[in-house]
């Protein structure tokens, strides 16, 4: 028995099995395409022209879509930011893990420069995007610039963490042995750092793909955020849609990215 | 001058610490002398708090003496004294190393670079021998608390050091167990003549082992008596103690230690 038939005062045997048709999978599956359908029907013959301006309609938001792919603007402008996140991400997790191991081992100067840093983790980077555009120009260093800023400061504050969490006694026991300087950082500190490292590396993600769309909105010549902002910013809506409907499939492949390689990393990683 | 000959391996002269808190200085140790000659097995024996771990600390450079000097091989122990291997009393495996891999850390090192077949052979004959053989692949999180202790053990025994640190290294492993430990300890020890240091707080497990037991007093630590332990080498340690001479010995330590034993807790 459906548990939607308890409810008092209802007819309980049509609801009941449209609830167990609801929690099959095909029933599930063809609820969710019948309510898309309806969405975009009502989307796409909805009369009044005032309202087709701002809203476009999904058949012309999808030819315009084939349209750039036939172009090639497409490929382009996804390319454009992958490649400003990629690379941003990159040179922010290098330099992160870099400084932080750094500052770590020296926590004397550490302490020097910990205000500075402190501060500038603080603030919200994207305020820094358009000094960046004055200084790097409008085109994909300035983003790059941006994002790796971003992602640096996340890293270098949890390898700082993981640095520090490192248990003395498993460092004296191996300099006890012998062991040289650097012998005890590759064998005992930055082993012990690696999971620190990862979770920053892995909430930089987000970020960063945020700050480049978000760079790319604010000034930028490629890009997906570009192109979101050059429709919008000449009422074609048809264009600002067909560009939304890019970062839609791009941020779900983002996250289905993410976790297959997080549930690649929990197998291989043993403890 | 050269005083090799004539300095102990270890000596602690006019050695005493105390620990400073926040509010309030605690004396740990009183000043204590106590030589310990090379080749030599000595106990230190006394109820918890009494310093004993303090003691090995010192020697092994981890800490500074509040007064006195601590001397290894007739010169001050001033930074980290690589000399030493030291099996502290908690394990200090790496948690993402296999059993195996943490036993053969030492022998990675530069200062030994011992060749990796080589290196293999002798982790495989020490997890025979400390009885550990079917857990080489294992992480220590998947090992009890007494195989800890041997993977422990085995990872300072590898790599021979002369003289061998340690604290209450068989505590967590069954009777046994421990009494198997205790006759590869003795085995080995013998065989490479090392000089040992080794602190526990069962009298039994010290008059077995060592050439001389020294017992301490309760908080602030200070020595009550050392015991020359005559009985001949190599004993037997699974039959000793049912021995006179053991039970006699026995009897006149317990004697000492029973007070501070008492008065430790009473603190």
């Known amino acids: 028995m459906s548990h939607s038939s308890i409810i008092a005062g209802t007819a309980p045997t049509n609801r009941a099995r449209l609830a167990d048709f609801l929690s099959t999978t095909i029933g599930r599956t063809l609820a969710r395409l019948v309510l898309t359908l309806l969405i975009?029907?009502?989307w796409q013959f909805q009369p009044d022209q005032n309202l087709r301006f701002w809203m476009s309609g999904p058949l012309q938001i999808v030819a315009r879509l084939w349209s750039w792919v036939l172009d090639g603007s497409l490929w382009g402008n996804v390319g454009a930011t992958?490649?400003?996140m990629a690379l941003g991400y990159s040179i922010g997790t290098a330099s992160g893990v870099a400084l932080g191991l750094l500052f770590g081992l020296m926590p004397r100067v550490y302490r020097v420069v910990s205000p500075y840093i402190t501060a500038?983790?603080?603030?919200?980077?994207?305020?820094?995007?358009?000094?960046?555009?004055?200084?790097?120009?409008?085109?994909?260093?300035?983003?790059?610039?941006?994002?790796?800023l971003t992602v640096f400061f996340l890293v270098l504050n949890?390898?700082?963490?993981?640095?520090?969490?490192?248990d003395r006694d498993l460092t004296r026991s191996l300099a006890l042995m012998g062991a040289t300087r650097f012998e005890v950082i590759a064998k005992v500190l930055v082993p012990a750092t690696l999971p620190w490292i990862f979770t920053g590396m892995r909430i930089s993600v987000r970020y960063a793909f945020t700050n480049t769309l978000l760079a790319e909105l604010i000034a930028?010549?490629?890009?997906?955020?570009?192109?979101?902002?050059?429709?919008?910013?000449?009422?074609?809506?048809?264009?600002?849609?067909a560009a939304i409907l890019v970062l839609v499939i791009m941020s779900v492949g983002l996250t289905e990215l993410l976790t297959l390689i997080e549930g690649r990393m929990s197998h291989g990683h043993r403890h | 001058m050269p005083r090799g000959d004539l300095a102990p391996k270890i000596g602690l002269d006019r050695v005493g610490k105390r620990f400073v808190t926040r509010d309030r200085e605690v004396e740990a140790l009183q000043p204590i002398d106590l030589s310990i000659q090379d080749h030599e097995f000595v106990a230190l024996v006394g109820p918890s708090g009494c310093g004993k771990s303090t003691i090995l600390n010192l020697i092994a450079g981890l800490l500074q003496p509040s007064g006195g000097v601590v001397s290894y091989d007739g010169v001050a122990v001033s930074a980290l004294n690589r000399q030493v291997g030291y099996m502290t009393q908690k394990?200090?495996?790496l948690p993402w190393r296999t059993a195996a891999d943490n036993i053969r850390i030492?022998?990675?090192?530069?200062?030994?670079?011992?060749?990796?077949?080589?290196?293999?052979?002798?982790v495989k004959q020490i997890i025979e021998l400390v009885g550990l053989t079917g857990f080489e692949r294992h992480y220590p999180a998947e090992l009890s608390g007494g195989m800890r202790k041997r993977v422990a053990l085995a990872r300072t025994l590898i790599y021979e050091p002369e003289t061998l640190l340690m604290d209450e290294p068989f505590g967590a492993l069954d009777a046994q167990l421990k009494l198997l430990m205790l006759d590869q300890l003795q085995e080995l020890t013998r065989q490479r003549r090392m000089t040992v240091v080794f602190v526990t707080h069962d009298l039994g497990e010290a008059i077995t082992l060592a050439d001389r037991v020294v017992v301490f007093s309760a908080r602030p630590g200070r020595i009550r008596v050392i015991r020359n332990v005559d009985l001949p080498r190599p004993r037997d340690v699974f039959r000793i103690r049912f021995s006179e001479a053991f039970a006699r010995l026995h009897e006149a330590l317990w004697d000492e230690l029973k007070d501070e034993v008492t008065r430790g807790t009473d603190v």
């Open chain 1, 40 to 42: 975009l029907a009502a």
């Open chain 1, 82 to 84: 992958v490649l400003a």
């Open chain 1, 120 to 148: 500038l983790y603080a603030m919200p980077k994207i305020a820094l995007a358009p000094l960046f555009v004055i200084v790097l120009g409008i085109g994909i260093e300035s983003r790059v610039a941006l994002v790796a």
């Open chain 1, 158 to 166: 949890s390898t700082l963490d993981g640095v520090r969490n490192v």
């Open chain 1, 220 to 241: 930028a010549n490629s890009g997906i955020g570009f192109m979101i902002e050059y429709y919008s910013g000449v009422f074609d809506a048809t264009g600002a849609y």
């Open chain 2, 91 to 93: 394990d200090t495996l």
């Open chain 2, 106 to 122: 030492a022998l990675e090192l530069k200062c030994r670079a011992v060749p990796r077949a080589e290196a293999n052979a002798r």
